[in-house]
T-cell receptor
Framework: GAVVSQHPSWVICKSGTSVKIECRSL??????MFWYRQFPKQSLMLMAT?????????EQGVEKDKFLINHASLTLSTLTVTSAHPEDSSFYIC?????????????FGPGTRLTVT | QKEVEQNSGPLSVPEGAIASLNCTYS??????FFWYRQYSGKSPELIMS????GDKEDGRFTAQLNKASQYVSLLIRDSQPSDSATYLC?????????????FGKGTRLSVIA
């Protein structure tokens, strides 16, 4: 349970452009989604929490105007990296709270690898 | 500062041996504890979860939790070369149980054939 898909799975973009990452819930209604990122050779860090129908909450140090999160429906949350720079190159992963999984376990989806050149 | 600490390794064990991975956490309010395995370039894969003090066994894996000592461990018996990966310890961020996770930096395990 609580299967999510992300699209694209990997993307390369040029510095200064924007990239949208989609996170779709396939077998549950995602009222909340957590967005993490993982820089090369580092661990996962929570970026923000999106909630359907309300504004996302961002972690300290994460620029909300740069990382636009929109939780448009119960099956779709999106992260848009605006004016991307090479330092934004990272692995971005969305995941729902574990109580949305049928077995109450915390799984992670496939993630999106972003490379900014 | 809520932190999860792990020895970064690398931890090298011979094939067939027991690998012991350790983790400490700072926030006593954490209620959910997880071990993930992550291969290079891949998303973390859930290995074990544990919520109460004591041991929890699943196949070759045993998770141990000691809330008084704020300590979580993972034992891997009969280690295989395919177990070579980075192991991430994660604990939930209080309050509550269904909250985001705080991750350690991971321990790289190398199982030598």
């Amino acid at each position: 349970g609580a299967v999510v898909s992300q699209h694209p799975s990997w993307v390369i973009c040029k510095s200064g452009t924007s990239v949208k990452i989609e996170c779709r819930s396939l077998d549950f209604q995602a009222t909340t989604m957590f967005w993490y990122r993982q820089f090369p050779k580092q661990s996962l860090m929570l970026m923000a929490t999106s909630n359907e129908g309300s504004k996302a909450t961002y972690e300290q140090g994460v620029e909300k105007d740069k990382f636009l999160i929109n939780h448009a429906s119960l099956t779709l949350s999106t992260l848009t990296v605006t004016s991307a720079h090479p330092e934004d190159s990272s692995f971005y992963i969305c995941t729902p709270p574990k109580d949305l999984a049928g077995d109450n376990e915390q799984y992670f989806g496939p993630g999106t690898r972003l490379t900014v050149t | 500062q809520k932190e999860v600490e792990q020895n970064s390794g690398p931890l090298s064990v011979p094939e067939g041996a027991i690998a012991s991975l350790n983790c400490t956490y700072s926030d006593r309010g954490s209620q959910s504890f997880f071990w993930y395995r992550q291969y290079s370039g891949k998303s973390p894969e859930l290995i074990m979860s544990i919520y109460s003090n004591g041991d929890k066994e699943d196949g070759r894996f045993t998770a141990q939790l000691n809330k008084a000592s704020q300590y979580v461990s993972l034992l891997i018996r009969d280690s295989q070369p395919s177990d070579s990966a980075t192991y991430l310890c994660a604990v939930n961020r209080p309050p509550g149980e269904n909250t985001p996770l705080v991750f350690g930096k991971g321990t790289r395990l190398s199982v030598i054939a």
